[in-house]
């Protein structure tokens, strides 16, 4: 019993405390939707956002046939005003991908000189 009533004293004197420092009401932890859909043939498609309480937000939708085609995207912002976003398409010719973003060390620049080697062609050597 005398636990019960400390717990109870506890939360009560939390709660106040709370509201004496300012954060007496709801605290808004963000917001969310999404979306899926597929049909009996294997297209599909699907997306998310996501907003949290500070502002940060992340999305990403795809479309996808019976084939294996593909082609989404997907988003970062975060609160310190860094974004990303990358759209990208998957198919018969691989895998492709666009990105734009403000984030530091990314300004565009020449390829390090590196040697390639594939077993699908001789080696290139840069230029």
């Known amino acids: 019993m005398i636990a019960k009533i400390t717990i109870l004293f506890a939360a009560l004197a939390a709660v106040h ?7 007496g009401g709801l605290v808004s932890t963000g917001v969310s939707t999404s979306a899926r859909s597929q049909d009996a043939f294997g ?9 949290d309480g500070l502002g940060a937000a992340n999305s990403r939708s795809e479309v996808g046939d019976a084939h294996g085609n593909k082609k989404g995207s997907y988003t970062i912002a975060d609160i310190d005003g860094r974004a990303r976003r990358v759209d990208y398409v998957a198919d018969g010719h691989g895998f492709r991908a666009t ?5 530091p060390g990314t300004a ?8 390639i080697a594939s077993p699908y062609a001789g080696p290139v050597a840069p230029s």
């Open 17 to 23: 405390a709370s509201a004496l420092l300012g954060h």
């Open 43 to 51: 297209n599909y498609a699907f997306g998310y956002d996501i907003k």
């Open 99 to 103: 990105v734009k973003t403000n984030e």
């Open 108 to 115: 565009a620049s020449a390829p390090a000189a590196a040697l």
